[in-house]
């Protein structure tokens, strides 16, 4: 059973990608990611050894993410909520995310940030809602 500040695999993926999203922080060490280079759609990967930098820089809540939802993620969240910013772990970290069949994303198919973190994203006036729910359902079938 989860704790409050845990959030579970299935309340995350009902919110992820919603206007009231939390900012997802992959935690996980070199050697975790190496032996699984994906990560959950809009999460972004930081160093949890230098959370002191880029902490600050997170406005509004946030969701860590480590391999198994324990020590790591638990630390960075605590250092999170010390600072003021509302911060949860994943309940059992990205293997739970992924024995969930939850969508992810390889890293190399992902566009690279500037050294701000942002990514240039190009789109056509007034899209429908339908087109992306279509192209919402073949990523989900193609990873």
């Known amino acids: 059973m989860s704790s ?28 975790d990611f190496d ?12 160093d949890y050894r230098t959370v002191g930098e880029w902490g600050p820089s997170l406005t509004g809540s ?24 509302a911060a949860e772990v994943l309940e059992g970290g990205f293997e739970a995310w992924r024995q969930a069949d939850g969508l992810l994303v390889p890293e190399d198919k992902l566009p690279r940030r500037d050294d701000r973190g942002r990514t240039v994203w ?14 919402w359902n073949e990523a989900r079938r193609a990873f």
């Not at 409050?4 to 050697?31: C, M, N, Q, W």
């Not at 032996?35 to 930081?46: C, E, I, M, Y």
């Not at 480590?66 to 003021?84: I, P």
């Open 35 to 46: 032996a699984d280079p994906r990560l959950l759609p809009g999460s972004v990967r930081h």
């Open 62 to 85: 946030a969701v860590i993410i480590c391999q198994q939802g324990r020590k790591l993620s638990h630390g960075v969240a605590a250092q999170l909520r010390h600072a003021g910013i």
């Open 122 to 135: 190009v789109t056509r006036s007034r899209p429908k809602i339908d087109r992306y729910q279509r192209l």
């Open 4 to 31: 409050f500040l845990e959030i579970t695999s299935d309340k995350l993926s009902r919110i992820v990608g919603t206007p009231g999203a939390p900012t997802l922080i992959d935690v996980r060490i070199d050697e």
